[in-house]
C-alpha cells in the first residue's frame, strides 16, 4: 500500500548576501510585491521583523543560519525556535503585505470554491480557498505572493484575492475540508457493479480478499486511514450490521460515525485488511490481532488491528500509532506541580513498583513513556517489554512481544531479569503470571513500573490481590499506583460562556465544585467540528503506599476504607481534580459526568 507523500512547498529560499552586517538570505516569495498591496513595508520579512522590533539583529542571524541548512522559511524558523508566535507572525505579515488576517476557524470553506483549486496544489503552496464571490475567489495562504496569485489566477481562471492566515491554520483547513473519503460514493457505485457482474457470471462465490491494488475495496480501506490520521483519530472501528458496515472514528476519546457503507462490502473491507497487516484471511471465527506500517501525507504510521467475529460477520478495529508525535516530558502531562513533583521523587526509587492504572484510552502508555524518558541516563539499564513498541527511545532496550515465538510478557520479563536491569518497564500486567514475575522483580531489587487495567487508583490495588498476589507481597512491592482518565477540553476557538444544565449543576455543587457565576463550554465551530472540543488533558490521583496504607492492604481492607485514609492523608480523587478543570474552564461538567461520575 503505497500513499502520496506530501509535496515540498514551492519557493524555498536560494540567495544569500550580506545586509547590515549579517548573512540575510530572505525569502524569494515573500520578497516580492503581492499586486495591490499597501502595506507600509514591503520587502523582506526578516527586516521587517527587525524594523519593528519583533526580533533582534542575532536572532534573524541565527534563524537565517538555519534556513541554509533546512531551506525552510525564515518566518517558519523564527516560530519553531520560540522567538515569535504564529500569531504575531501573521500579523506580520499582514501589516507588510497591507492583506487583512481571515479567521479560518470560524469562516466557512465553501465546497464550490473547494473545486477550483486540487488538494496537491492546496498542500504544496499552503493555501485553501475560502469562498467563491461572483468571479472572485477569496484565498487564504500562510505565505502570499505575487507569483502564488498569478498562478492561482491561471489555474481558476477567476480574479484571486488574498488574505492572510496561519500555517497552521491553513494546514488546518486543507485536512478539514479535502476530505479524502469523499470519493467514497463513486469507489462503492463502481464496486457494486463490479460485483453483481461477478455474481451473474459465475455460480462460484470468488473470495472477496482476491483484488488489485486499484480496485475499489484497496481504495476505501487508504481513504479510511487518511482520514482517520487527518481527523486525528485514535481508533477505526469497522463494524458490520444486517444492512450496512458503520465505520467509526474515536477522536479526542468520543466515537464519530463517519461512513456507512454496503453491507455486501464488510467481508472484503476486513480482508483487505488482514492482507495488509499479514492475518490469516481465511480464519473467520477466531480473534485475531495483527499490524501494519503505512506511509499518510508523508508521515509513517504504525496501525495495531484487532477482528473479532461478531452475529454480524468480522468486525475490527484499528489503533492508530503516529510515529512522529513527540514523547512527552514528565513535565508536560499536565499534573499539578505538587503531584508532579511526588510522582518525580518516586520514579527516582532504587526498586519497588509503581502502576498506571486506568481504562483503555486513558493515557497510561503516555505516562509511562514519559516516565522512562525522564529517568533513563546512560548510567542505567532500562529495558522494556511491550505489545507493541509504540515509541522507539535510543538509549533504552525494547522488547517486542511475539506470542507465535513463545514471547509474551511473563517470558520476556523472565529474560529480561537475566540482562541485569535497573528499570523494567511491562506493558501491561494483565495475568496472574506476568504480575506475578513483576512484584518478584520490585521485591528483588529493581524498580518496575508497569500499566493496569482498572477504574482507580484504589481498584487497581485490589485487582492485584483478587489476580491471587498475597496482601504482604502487594503490600511490600507497590511504592504507589497513579490513576488517570484524559478529558477533552473546551475548544479555544468557540468558547462561550452557557447555563448548564439542573443536573450539571446539582452533581457540581454536591461534588464539592467551586462556586462559580460564569460556565463556559465550546459553542461548536470549523476547528473542533463542531464538537466543542478540542484535544485532551489527563487528570491524575497518586495513591501513595505509606505504612498505614500498607497495614490496611495486608488486612484486606475495602476499597472504600482505603479510599477515605489515602484522601486523609492528602491525595485528591479524579472527580476533585476534573472539577477544578471545570472551575479554571478548562472543560466542562459534562465532560466530567461523561467520563468520572462514579469516581
Given at each position: 500500500?503505497?500513499?502520496?507523500?506530501?509535496?515540498k512547498?514551492?519557493?524555498h529560499?536560494?540567495?544569500?548576501?550580506?545586509?547590515?552586517?549579517?548573512?540575510a538570505?530572505?525569502?524569494?516569495?515573500?520578497?516580492?510585491?503581492?499586486?495591490?498591496?499597501?502595506g507600509?513595508?514591503?520587502?523582506?520579512?526578516?527586516?521587517?521583523?527587525?524594523?519593528?522590533?519583533?526580533?533582534?539583529?542575532?536572532?534573524?542571524?541565527?534563524?537565517?543560519?538555519?534556513?541554509?541548512?533546512?531551506?525552510?522559511?525564515?518566518?517558519?524558523?523564527?516560530?519553531?525556535?520560540g522567538?515569535?508566535?504564529?500569531?504575531?507572525?501573521?500579523?506580520?505579515?499582514?501589516?507588510?503585505?497591507?492583506l487583512?488576517?481571515?479567521?479560518?476557524?470560524?469562516?466557512?470553506?465553501?465546497?464550490?470554491?473547494?473545486?477550483?483549486?486540487?488538494?496537491?496544489?492546496?498542500?504544496?503552496?499552503?493555501?485553501?480557498?475560502?469562498?467563491?464571490?461572483?468571479?472572485?475567489?477569496?484565498?487564504?495562504?500562510?505565505?502570499?505572493?505575487?507569483?502564488?496569485?498569478?498562478?492561482?489566477?491561471?489555474?481558476?481562471?477567476?480574479?484571486?484575492?488574498?488574505?492572510?492566515?496561519?500555517?497552521?491554520?491553513?494546514?488546518?483547513?486543507?485536512?478539514?475540508?479535502?476530505?479524502?473519503?469523499?470519493?467514497?460514493?463513486?469507489?462503492?457505485?463502481?464496486?457494486?457493479?463490479?460485483?453483481?457482474?461477478?455474481?451473474?457470471?459465475?455460480?462460484?462465490?470468488?473470495?472477496?480478499?482476491?483484488?488489485?491494488?486499484?480496485?475499489?475495496?484497496?481504495?476505501?480501506?487508504?481513504?479510511?486511514?487518511?482520514?482517520?490520521?487527518?481527523?486525528?483519530a485514535?481508533?477505526?472501528?469497522?463494524?458490520?450490521?444486517?444492512?450496512?458496515v458503520?465505520?467509526r472514528?474515536?477522536?479526542?476519546?468520543?466515537?464519530?460515525?463517519?461512513?456507512?457503507?454496503?453491507?455486501?462490502?464488510?467481508?472484503?473491507?476486513?480482508?483487505?485488511?488482514?492482507?495488509?497487516?499479514?492475518?490469516?484471511?481465511?480464519?473467520?471465527r477466531?480473534?485475531?490481532?495483527?499490524?501494519?506500517?503505512?506511509?499518510?501525507?508523508?508521515?509513517?504510521v504504525?496501525?495495531?488491528?484487532?477482528t473479532?467475529?461478531?452475529?454480524?460477520?468480522?468486525k475490527?478495529v484499528?489503533?492508530?500509532?503516529?510515529?512522529?508525535?513527540?514523547?512527552?516530558?514528565?513535565?508536560?502531562?499536565?499534573?499539578?506541580?505538587?503531584?508532579?513533583?511526588?510522582?518525580?521523587?518516586l520514579?527516582?526509587?532504587?526498586?519497588?513498583?509503581?502502576?498506571?492504572?486506568?481504562?483503555?484510552?486513558s493515557?497510561?502508555?503516555?505516562?509511562?513513556?514519559a516516565?522512562?524518558s525522564e529517568?533513563g541516563?546512560?548510567?542505567?539499564?532500562?529495558?522494556?517489554?511491550?505489545?507493541p513498541?509504540?515509541?522507539v527511545?535510543p538509549?533504552?532496550?525494547?522488547?517486542?512481544?511475539?506470542?507465535?515465538?513463545g514471547?509474551?510478557?511473563?517470558?520476556?520479563?523472565?529474560?529480561?531479569?537475566?540482562?541485569?536491569?535497573?528499570?523494567i518497564?511491562v506493558?501491561?500486567?494483565?495475568?496472574?503470571?506476568?504480575?506475578r514475575?513483576a512484584?518478584?522483580?520490585?521485591?528483588?531489587?529493581?524498580?518496575?513500573?508497569?500499566?493496569?487495567?482498572?477504574?482507580?487508583?484504589?481498584?487497581?490495588?485490589?485487582?492485584?490481590?483478587?489476580?491471587?498476589?498475597?496482601?504482604?507481597?502487594?503490600?511490600?512491592?507497590?511504592?504507589?499506583?497513579v490513576?488517570?482518565?484524559?478529558?477533552?477540553?473546551?475548544?479555544?476557538?468557540?468558547k462561550?460562556?452557557?447555563?448548564?444544565?439542573?443536573?450539571?449543576?446539582?452533581?457540581?455543587?454536591?461534588?464539592?465544585?467551586e462556586?462559580?457565576?460564569?460556565?463556559?463550554?465550546g459553542?461548536?465551530?470549523?476547528?473542533c467540528?463542531?464538537?466543542?472540543?478540542?484535544?485532551?488533558?489527563?487528570?491524575?490521583?497518586?495513591?501513595?503506599?505509606?505504612?498505614?496504607?500498607?497495614?490496611?492492604?495486608?488486612?484486606?481492607?475495602?476499597?472504600?476504607?482505603?479510599?477515605?485514609?489515602?484522601?486523609?492523608?492528602?491525595?485528591?480523587t479524579?472527580?476533585?481534580?476534573?472539577?477544578?478543570?471545570?472551575?479554571q474552564?478548562?472543560?466542562?461538567?459534562a465532560?466530567?459526568?461523561?467520563?468520572?461520575?462514579?469516581?
Amino acid at each position: 500500500m503505497a500513499f502520496k507523500k506530501k509535496d515540498k512547498r514551492d519557493g524555498h529560499d536560494k540567495g544569500a548576501k550580506l545586509h547590515h552586517g549579517s548573512l540575510a538570505v530572505m525569502d524569494d516569495d515573500v520578497a516580492r510585491e503581492v499586486d495591490g498591496d499597501t502595506g507600509p513595508r514591503k520587502g523582506r520579512l526578516g527586516d521587517f521583523l527587525v524594523s519593528s522590533g519583533q526580533i533582534s539583529v542575532a536572532q534573524l542571524d541565527e534563524a537565517l543560519r538555519a534556513q541554509q541548512k533546512s531551506g525552510e522559511k525564515v518566518g517558519q524558523i523564527l516560530v519553531g525556535q520560540g522567538i515569535i508566535d504564529e500569531q504575531a507572525l501573521t500579523q506580520a505579515l499582514s501589516s507588510m503585505h497591507g492583506l487583512p488576517v481571515v479567521n479560518l476557524h470560524r469562516e466557512d470553506v465553501e465546497v464550490d470554491s473547494l473545486v477550483l483549486i486540487d488538494e496537491a496544489f492546496a498542500r504544496a503552496n499552503v493555501v485553501v480557498p475560502v469562498k467563491l464571490v461572483g468571479d472572485e475567489l477569496l484565498v487564504a495562504a500562510a505565505e502570499p505572493s505575487a507569483t502564488l496569485r498569478q498562478r492561482l489566477a491561471e489555474l481558476t481562471g477567476r480574479k484571486i484575492t488574498m488574505q492572510i492566515a496561519s500555517l497552521t491554520d491553513v494546514r488546518w483547513a486543507i485536512d478539514s475540508n479535502y476530505r479524502a473519503i469523499t470519493g467514497v460514493d463513486e469507489l462503492v457505485e463502481v464496486f457494486k457493479v463490479v460485483d453483481a457482474a461477478r455474481r451473474r457470471t459465475s455460480d462460484v462465490v470468488v473470495a472477496p480478499e482476491v483484488v488489485a491494488d486499484d480496485a475499489p475495496i484497496v481504495q476505501v480501506v487508504d481513504r479510511i486511514l487518511t482520514q482517520a490520521m487527518r481527523d486525528r483519530a485514535s481508533d477505526v472501528h469497522i463494524e458490520p450490521s444486517d444492512q450496512v458496515v458503520r465505520v467509526r472514528f474515536r477522536i479526542d476519546g468520543a466515537l464519530n460515525q463517519i461512513l456507512e457503507l454496503p453491507a455486501s462490502m464488510g467481508a472484503g473491507l476486513i480482508s483487505r485488511i488482514k492482507i495488509m497487516a499479514d492475518m490469516n484471511i481465511v480464519e473467520r471465527r477466531r480473534p485475531q490481532d495483527g499490524q501494519l506500517t503505512v506511509t499518510i501525507d508523508g508521515k509513517e504510521v504504525d496501525v495495531r488491528v484487532s477482528t473479532v467475529a461478531t452475529i454480524m460477520g468480522e468486525k475490527c478495529v484499528l489503533r492508530i500509532l503516529d510515529k512522529t508525535r513527540s514523547v512527552l516530558r514528565l513535565a508536560d502531562l499536565g499534573m499539578p506541580e505538587d503531584t508532579h513533583i511526588a510522582y518525580a521523587k518516586l520514579v527516582r526509587a532504587p526498586f519497588g513498583m509503581v502502576l498506571c492504572a486506568g481504562p483503555t484510552g486513558s493515557g497510561k502508555t503516555t505516562t509511562l513513556y514519559a516516565t522512562v524518558s525522564e529517568i533513563g541516563n546512560a548510567a542505567m539499564n532500562v529495558m522494556t517489554i511491550e505489545d507493541p513498541v509504540e515509541y522507539v527511545f535510543p538509549m533504552i532496550n525494547q522488547i517486542q512481544t511475539n506470542e507465535t515465538a513463545g514471547l509474551t510478557f511473563a517470558t520476556g520479563l523472565k529474560s529480561i531479569l537475566r540482562q541485569d536491569p535497573d528499570v523494567i518497564l511491562v506493558g501491561e500486567v494483565r495475568d496472574v503470571e506476568t504480575t506475578r514475575v513483576a512484584v518478584q522483580s520490585a521485591l528483588t531489587g529493581h524498580f518496575v513500573i508497569s500499566s493496569m487495567h482498572a477504574t482507580d487508583s484504589v481498584s487497581a490495588l485490589h485487582r492485584l490481590l483478587d489476580m491471587g498476589i498475597e496482601s504482604f507481597l502487594v503490600a511490600s512491592s507497590v511504592l504507589a499506583v497513579v490513576g488517570q482518565r484524559l478529558l477533552r477540553r473546551i475548544c479555544t476557538s468557540c468558547k462561550t460562556t452557557y447555563e448548564p444544565t439542573d443536573e450539571e449543576l446539582i452533581f457540581y455543587e454536591q461534588s464539592g465544585g467551586e462556586p462559580k457565576e460564569t460556565y463556559y463550554h465550546g459553542a461548536g465551530c470549523n476547528f473542533c467540528s463542531h464538537t466543542g472540543y478540542q484535544d485532551r488533558i489527563g487528570i491524575y490521583e497518586l495513591l501513595i503506599m505509606t505504612p498505614e496504607i500498607r497495614r490496611l492492604v495486608v488486612g484486606w481492607a475495602t476499597q472504600e476504607e482505603l479510599r477515605a485514609l489515602a484522601v486523609k492523608q492528602g491525595m485528591r480523587t479524579l472527580r476533585h481534580e476534573a472539577l477544578n478543570l471545570v472551575a479554571q474552564d478548562i472543560t466542562t461538567i459534562a465532560e466530567v459526568i461523561r467520563s468520572v461520575y462514579t469516581l
